[in-house]
């Protein structure tokens, strides 16, 4: 069978067993490819190899499915690592370590730095993998899901486990654009030409505020004044605003205020 393909050793390598459909084939490679996972093996692909639906399916991870190692045993796939994970949501009756999807990334993050190759074992849309497929196996990963409903399809387990192995390596959130990078983190997100409004900003806006609603009689007493203020200090002050959207506030106020100064038409010249 055809086995050209680079050797990713710094990165876990992906083995389907005995996968049904090209298509679920394309969507782990996809899965794959979200988290920079390149080493993809295929252990007797039952509708034979190659498979014009998996490259369909793949969504742009062409490569990962026209340099995928194919294999006539899960034993042959397996020959090259050092570590093994089998994928499985059933209990199997074996002395295995279990561990969750975010415990095995762990894992392999330390195992890799050592400079061990390590593969994730995924089985058949159906039924998995069989025990004597696991028993190849060193750690048996199973997530925590709703044991009334347990089945997870190949690309989704793909996704699952290569998201946990990635997340502590990700330098940044989501993807670029022409006009924007990637986010590099989460939080609070201001355009390029914008940043947060200083304290003399707020405070022009604030006082500006207090004029306005004095005006408007807002106020029902003066001993209540203070403690409303404060209150819509704290409002405001917790959303952290952009010099932009001060602007726009104040703009706000002042449009309101020319509306209530307006003198109002009579009814005569309002038909008219």
Not at 240 to 268: C, F, M, N, W, Y
Request: hydrophobic fraction near 40%.
């Amino acid at each position: 069978m055809k086995t050209a393909q680079a050797d990713s050793s710094g990165k876990p390598a992906v083995v389907l067993v005995n996968p049904q459909l090209g298509e679920n084939i394309g969507t782990a490679a996809r899965a794959m490819a979200n988290f920079a996972l390149e080493e993809l093996h295929i252990v007797e692909p039952r509708d034979g190899w190659p498979n014009e639906r998996a490259l369909s399916a793949s969504s742009g991870a062409v490569r990962l499915i026209e340099q995928a190692r194919l294999h006539d045993t899960c034993k042959q796939a397996l020959e090259p690592f050092n570590r093994v994970y089998a994928t499985t949501a059933r209990p199997r009756g074996m002395t295995m370590q279990v561990m969750t999807p975010q415990e095995a990334a762990a894992d392999m993050h330390t195992r890799i730095g050592k400079g061990e190759r390590v593969a994730i074992m995924f089985g058949r849309e159906r039924w998995g993998l069989n025990n004597d497929e696991v028993s190849l196996a060193d750690v048996i990963i199973t997530a925590p899901v709703d044991p009334e409903f347990a089945s997870i399809n190949i690309a989704q387990a793909v996704l699952l486990v290569g998201y946990e192995w990635y997340k502590p390596i990700a330098a940044t959130l989501g993807m670029g654009t022409g006009e924007l990078p990637a986010m590099t983190g989460s939080g609070l997100k201001i355009r390029g030409d914008e940043g947060l409004a200083s304290k003399q900003d707020l405070h022009g806006f604030f006082d500006h505020l207090e004029t306005e609603l004095e005006t408007a009689g807002f106020f029902k007493s003066a001993a209540m004044r203070p403690g409303m203020m404060r209150n819509l200090r704290n409002m405001f002050q917790r959303i952290e605003l952009t010099l932009q959207e001060i602007r726009t506030l104040r703009g706000v106020i002042a449009s309101l205020t020319r509306t209530h100064l307006r003198p109002r038409k009579t009814d005569k010249e309002a038909g008219e």
